[in-house]
């Protein structure tokens, strides 16, 4: 979606780390989200970033870096149930638009 | 569960029929979204409210889709004349506008299918 790029697919082993990036254009920007999504349900929101810098909590963590149009979302210590569709979703203009989709596969 | 309900949940229908869906958002929630995803992709914009009134359409929206929201509170997406392209999962969310963080939450979809 609209110039908002992310992997398609990642797959990582349990107990593992993976880092999910994320690319946009600027124009307009006023804010960066990440959503989970298990197949078939609505997304849940993860993290937010308007600032440029590292946003922890817990096993998740999410990046910014405003003047490259760029964040990452970093997964610690994973688990099966971390295998997902995660959503980066760039704010502009009062609404989100979100890219495509990064499907983490976790394998035992 | 985020709060927000809709209704349907599954929606299959024929070509030409026209369906109607419903969003409870989150009661304090003044901002009301509709989104489309299909297989692949993450939510697309369609038209989002502030309490009754509808403040932007997507270009993508075309005018057999037509959303209201009444009384600032529940609101309702009509798709008029359904083709098979619009089979997808229509999305709606909710947020607090206010100054700074808003967090969009997202009900759990209507899942449409036509035939």
Redesign the interface.
């Given at each position: 979606?609209q110039n908002?790029d992310q992997p398609t697919e990642m797959t990582a082993t349990e107990g593992a780390i993976v880092q999910i990036n994320c690319t946009y254009q600027t124009s307009g920007f006023n804010?960066l989200?990440w959503?989970q999504q298990h197949a078939g349900?609505?997304?849940?929101?993860l993290s937010?970033n308007?600032l440029d810098g590292l946003e922890e909590k817990g096993r998740f963590s999410s990046f910014l870096s405003r003047s490259k149009g760029y964040s990452y979302l970093l997964l610690k210590e994973l688990q099966m149930k971390d295998s997902a569709s995660y959503?980066c979703?760039v704010k502009r203009w009062?609404?989100?638009?979100?890219?495509?989709?990064t499907q983490v596969v976790v394998t035992p | 569960d985020t709060g927000v309900s809709q209704d349907p949940r599954h929606k299959i229908t024929k070509r030409g029929q026209n369906v109607t869906f419903r969003c409870d958002p989150i009661s304090e929630h003044n901002r009301l979204y509709w989104y489309r995803q299909t297989l692949g992709q993450g939510p697309e914009f369609l038209t989002y409210f502030q309490n009754e009134a509808q403040l932007e359409k997507s270009r993508l929206l075309s005018d057999r889709f037509s959303a209201e929201r009444p009384k600032g509170s529940f609101s309702t997406l009509e798709i008029q004349r359904t083709e098979q392209g619009d089979s997808a999962m229509y999305l709606c969310a909710s947020t607090l506008q206010i100054a700074g963080f808003h967090e969009q939450f997202f009900g759990p979809g209507t899942r449409l299918t036509v035939l």
């Open positions: 979606g908002i804010g989200f959503y349900e609505a997304p849940t929101f937010y308007v959503l979703a009062g609404k989100l638009q979100f890219g495509a989709g | -």
